[in-house]
């Protein structure tokens, strides 16, 4: 534990030795600080987890600093947080260069004084030049004092750099705050709605796949009594056989309905609209598909959230609705895709009611997109859902 302090400490005067150095161009910076302001919080942001303090990087990896900085222009949160960050790396900047420069400086003349005096050099630091070699000698304890305090100094400043950061994102990025507290509730939705599917596919091959499975087995081990037993009749062993394969047939039906649920193979072939064409053909509602534009230019993930929401909107509507027909309005652009599905039914969804509905809106902002539901009660419903065509990640 003590050797872990010890290399924080390091660290931490390490850093502020760097930002004395950089203090120059930080000095520079301050002309275009509406653009370099980002780049100096988000270092300082790293600088403080390289020494141990958990900050939370604002910069997605796959982000070039152009990319980001240009983002970040647009964002309140900026002007709250990076600029404050900012003024405070450059005024902690010049405090560090000057304990730096005279503290380390003036310890190292003091604690050399004696070869300075070797040389015929008086080493002044300060008010203080040594007139012989005793005090050259006291001078060498002075040194390392000095060396002390000043490390403590640069240890202090760095720890207040610290404070200063939490302070500012905290207090002042209410933004940043919305989006953690946004993460937090998407977090808990998306575990709901995984466990909401992970029971209805353990529920579809509970009372699907596995009781046609059993029936099989029964009628196989029937079949193989009666042939055992009487070579003579015929007619139940082939009814028995039959009976298994009709079985056996709908239990493979069964499990590709299943597969299907989990992700279409119609979605992987032919692409976003073929799949919702042919889910509305499947559908025991008359649906009315309108559909334009081209879909090559959706993502995986973005073609499979659309996807599933119309599913789950067209079985709600099946359901729950009390109609026998629904509309729905697939538009695919280059940039982005919108989707619609609209019923005459009796209304009243509600996306908290159900972890269905929760679980496609987290979908859909997972790959950055939003879902809503307009569904007054005797109004009929409405499930809009968009998307951009890549994810943002």
Known sequence: MAGMAQIRIARRVLTECIAAMAFPILLLSILVAPVSAPVVAETDRSRARWCGVETMPL??????????????????????TDLPVFVTAVLLSALSLLAAFFGFIGAAALVFSPVFWLFGIAAQVGPFTPESVGETLLAMPAGIVLGAVTTTVLTGTSFLRDFLLRAFSRSRDPDLLAKLEELRTSRASLTAAFEFERQRIERDLHDGAQQELVAVVMRLGMLEATATAAAADQERIVRLARQAQAHAERALERLRDTVRDIHPRELSDLGLIAAVRELAARSPLRVELTSTGDDTQLSSPTATAVYFTVSEALTNISKHAGVGNARIDLRCATTDVHVRVHDDGVGG?????????????????????NLEILSPPGGGTLVVASAPSQPPW
Do not use: F, N, Y
Request: aromatic share 6%.
């Open 59 to 80: 910069k997605p990896s796959d982000h070039s600093w152009a990319q980001w900085v240009v983002l970040r222009l647009r964002s309140r949160s900026m002007w709250r």
């Open 349 to 369: 969804a509600r996306i908290e009611t159900g972890s269905g509905l929760a679980g496609l809106r987290e979908r859909m902002r997972s790959v950055g997109g």
